[in-house]
């Protein structure tokens, strides 16, 4: 990844690599987390930061990839050529997305085989949001406006992330995700100005998006397991329900903007609280889909591991140049 080749042995930050025993170590590691300095890939650190930075890394580069599915169903069918190069270049920029996640993930030692091995066996879970089905054209915008927009909301606190590569990747997918939002905002805003036909499809798109995209910020704060220690770590900033309430406050006023009504009738504004009220949504719903059963978890899945069984003579050929380019190295040294 673009940053990682900064990260080399020998530029190890003093407060940690002048300590060697373990608990030297540990008490290194919680002044730097006391201090909100970043750890580093060659920096000493518990196993537990590692094993849930690796959860959580890996978790957002699966969502990343499946998160291409819903949306490049529809690059064949953009209504406009313009529509279409964005669309295209939209769902490649989540590609890349991808790309750099697992890269931050391997600077932690793991290896890319296990991580992707582990999604195609349905270990290891993606974004809830990525297995709802994309119906019509609106669902493409929609999709930039809210769960872009959910992305970003909950993306932008990663960029302070304590662990320096993902905070760092998470920089530049922030500027990626947000002009996302604004293409997705856009492509609604000339619905919204077009035909009956089409105010009507993006009203029915928000309908069944709304409430699956509250969903992706994660269980409510009482039931989330890892928030605590993933924000004593300062690997998470601020907690699900926070997210979600400044999402919901964000987007109300855009909904305005764009003329569409958000489907839920307890959204109404709590001057006490000074934030939008809304309605309970359905968890078990969410568990129901994050355990496999959601209306596309199968499809989605299956199409992920055609994708990659069809890609392994790609990988066997990268693999077979590499090969080629170290041999043809050597013996240009020896010679
Ligand atoms: N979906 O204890 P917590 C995008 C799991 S990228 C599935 O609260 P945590 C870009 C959670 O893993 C979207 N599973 O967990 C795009 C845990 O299970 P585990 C992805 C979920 O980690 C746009 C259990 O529930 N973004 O949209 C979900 O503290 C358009 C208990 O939950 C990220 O991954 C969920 N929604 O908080 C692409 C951001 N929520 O692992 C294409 C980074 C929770 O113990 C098109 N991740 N779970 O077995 C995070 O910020 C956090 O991991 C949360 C969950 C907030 C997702």
Known sequence: MYTQSLDLPGQTPAALASVDTPDKRQAAFDARMAEDAKIEPMDWMPDAYRKTLVRQISQHAHSEIIGMQPEGNWISRAPSLKRKAILLAKVQDEGG???YLYSAAETLNASRDDLVDALHAGRA????????PTLTWADVGVIGWLVDGAAIMNQIPLCRCSYGPYARAMIRICKEESFHQRQGFDALLAM???????RDMVQDAVNRWWFPVLMMFGPPDAASTNSAQTMAWGIKRIS?????QKFV???????KVLGVTLPDPGLVWNAERGHYDYSPLDWDEFWRVINGDGPCNRERLATRVKAHEDGAWVRDAALAHARKRARRDASAKAA
């Open 97 to 99: 997305h991808g790309l």
């Open 125 to 132: 879970k993606y974004s809830s949001i990525f297995n709802y």
């Open 192 to 198: 919204m100005r077009g035909t009956q036909a089409q």
């Open 240 to 244: 699900n329900d926070d997210l979600r």
């Open 249 to 255: 406050d964000a987007t109300v006023e855009q909904a």
